[in-house]
Nanobody, 122 residues
Framework: VQLQASGGGLVQTGGSLRLSCAQSGRTFSIFGMGWFRQAPGKEREFVAGINQFGSRQYYADSVKGRFTISRDNAKNMVYLQMNNLKPEDTAVYYC????????????????WGQGTLVTVSS
């Protein structure tokens, strides 16, 4: 499975960005998908997850109400809409695929994209 994340950039506090992740190599609709992030000097942390049907979404408490994860199985894409961004959201964001296991747990994910940098200025 190959994953390609894009859409990162520099944005001011309160701004918005939409991250995209394209998957190839296997049937997309069998995978749960997740977004994680890693800030400098910190561990990679869960941001959002979505089941294979797109019917259930899961969020870290720190992003609830501001971020929305979605997917388009026809296009093999998963998205992360990020609104009301804060400086503490600054990190490299990774998309990942999960065939089984908890969508919250990074150890459950088999394949990872290369990451896209999001920088939120104050």
């Amino acid at each position: 499975v190959q994953l390609q994340a894009s859409g990162g950039g520099l944005v001011q506090t309160g701004g918005s960005l939409r991250l995209s992740c394209a998957q190839s190599g296997r049937t997309f609709s069998i995978f749960g998908m997740g977004w994680f992030r890693q800030a400098p000097g910190k561990e990679r942390e869960f941001v959002a997850g979505i089941n294979q049907f797109g019917s259930r979404q899961y969020y870290a408490d720190s992003v609830k109400g501001r971020f929305t994860i979605s997917r388009d199985n026809a296009k093999n894409m998963v998205y992360l809409q990020m609104n009301n961004l804060k400086p503490e959201d600054t990190a490299v964001y990774y998309c990942a695929s999960n065939l089984r296991g908890s969508l919250y747990d990074k150890k459950s994910y088999e394949d990872w994209g290369q990451g896209t940098l999001v920088t939120v200025s104050s």
